[in-house]
């Protein structure tokens, strides 16, 4: 793994503006990077980032199951009571996926660790779809990159192919999100897309937009009642939602269906390591407040007392505590030899139960950290994004680079 300067392909903000990619700079700060592109080898992308994402998510699934038979964890994991049963239905009738992913630490040396799971309302899709990929075709065209290059990308052609698994052609999916957000619009004009070619029906809805029939049922701002809804809208909010105690009973069907609740909960880290202790693409991960018991030389549960034990050295190396619930970077708190290195400047999340996990550095290219995001779509991982930001901590306006194989 290795970051490459490149010349950047002329006019590239223009064909960026004809396809819609209008968050391509953001803030006053450029967004989309193609000063440098970030190079792998095809033993690095094979063998650390998709396989092991692959097995990670065979992994959380088992904790799905394991989290969902347990009050406790549910509990835990802040999940509303009412909602238990609708949340553990849509998991028995085995309701499918669609797709998330994965922020991974990785620097080319030793196996990625996985940071977190954006299971539920991911975004940078678009560009890790698509622009990126337009990116790779332009440059060999140019011979800025050389004709055998390739980039591990088959996000797209695995939405289109995971959409006509999991719905019946001809289906209309409602596709929501808020209309003011140009990002979360990309987001599901790509998924939009993708669809299409799976010969589903696919409309944009404003979330904004969508109110309740007199008959109990989800409908848009024309008054379309929704069967199928596709929402860039967290099950945190949902479930918590002025609509909530509608939600079971509306017949709507929601993709990503109500069991990723449990998915794209920080709280299923330390649920992955007491499960799988010592895994080498995971951190160790606990719950704030076991950790603080357990510093006070207090009884927290047996198995907890001897995962800490074995984690405490790394733990007291570096760590890093944030929200269950938190988007883009924030409430993030980074700890180095028993001190405090960096914080995140937005704590709007801070009122969430917390959760601590090892520090892996990310590694350092001139300044910028990158993340690894990791795309699942249905059960595999079938491409990559990578961001970076000159902080540690990887904010919302950080900055996406693409990234090509070679060798």
């Known amino acids: 793994m290795k970051k490459i300067d490149l010349p950047e392909r002329p006019g590239w903000r223009d064909r960026a503006a004809e396809l819609g990619f209008t968050f391509a700079d953001m803030g006053g700060e450029p967004y989309w990077d193609e000063s440098s592109a970030y190079r792998f080898t095809l033993a690095e992308v094979e063998n650390d980032i998709e396989d092991p994402s692959t097995e990670l998510h065979t992994m959380v699934r088992e904790a799905v199951a394991t989290a969902l038979a347990s009050d406790e964890w549910l509990s835990r994991m802040d999940i509303p009571s009412e909602h238990w049963d609708f949340i553990a239905d849509s998991w028995k009738a085995g309701e499918p996926e669609l797709y998330g992913r994965m922020d991974l630490a990785y620097d080319g040396n030793g196996p990625a660790k996985l940071l977190e799971y954006n299971a539920d309302t991911p975004t940078s899709l678009y560009e890790s779809a698509s622009f990126q990929w337009l990116w790779l075709e332009d440059q060999q065209r140019l011979g800025v990159l050389s004709p055998g290059t390739d980039q591990f990308n088959a996000i797209h052609e695995a939405l289109a ?30 998924l939009g897309w993708a669809a299409r070619e799976a010969d589903l029906g696919a409309h944009f809805t404003d979330l904004a937009g969508i109110g309740l029939t007199e008959e109990g049922q989800f409908a848009d701002d024309e008054n379309r009642v929704i069967g199928t809804l596709f929402k860039l809208y967290p099950w945190e909010d949902m479930l918590r939602d002025d609509f909530a105690q509608h939600l079971a009973s509306s017949q709507t069907r929601f993709i990503e269906p ?14 992955l390591w007491q499960m799988f202790p010592g895994h080498p693409n995971l951190l160790p991960a606990f719950f704030e407040a076991d950790v603080a018991e357990a510093m006070r030389g207090g009884t927290p549960a047996p198995r907890i007392a001897k995962a800490f034990e074995a984690a405490r050295d790394a733990l007291r190396a570096g760590h890093v505590s944030k929200p269950i619930f938190s988007r883009e970077g924030a409430g993030v708190v980074i700890h ?13 999340y801070d009122h969430h ?3 601590v996990q090892a520090l892996a550095p990310l590694p350092d290219f001139g300044g910028f950290y990158p993340v690894v995001g990791a795309w ?17 901590i990887t904010h919302n306006l950080s900055r996406f680079k693409p990234h090509y194989i070679e060798g």
């Open 161 to 190: 192919t995971r959409w006509a698994e999991i719905a019946a052609p001809g289906t209309d999916i409602h596709f929501a999100a808020d209309k003011q957000n140009p990002e979360d619009y990309a987001t599901v004009e790509a």
């Open 258 to 271: 109500p069991w990723k609740a449990v998915v794209s909960n920080k709280a299923i880290l330390p649920l």
């Open 336 to 348: 180095q030899q028993g001190r405090e290195v960096e914080r995140a400047p937005d704590d709007s």
């Open 353 to 355: 139960v917390r959760i």
């Open 376 to 392: 699942i779509v249905g059960e595999a991982c079938v491409g990559m994004g990578l961001r970076e930001d000159a902080s540690r």
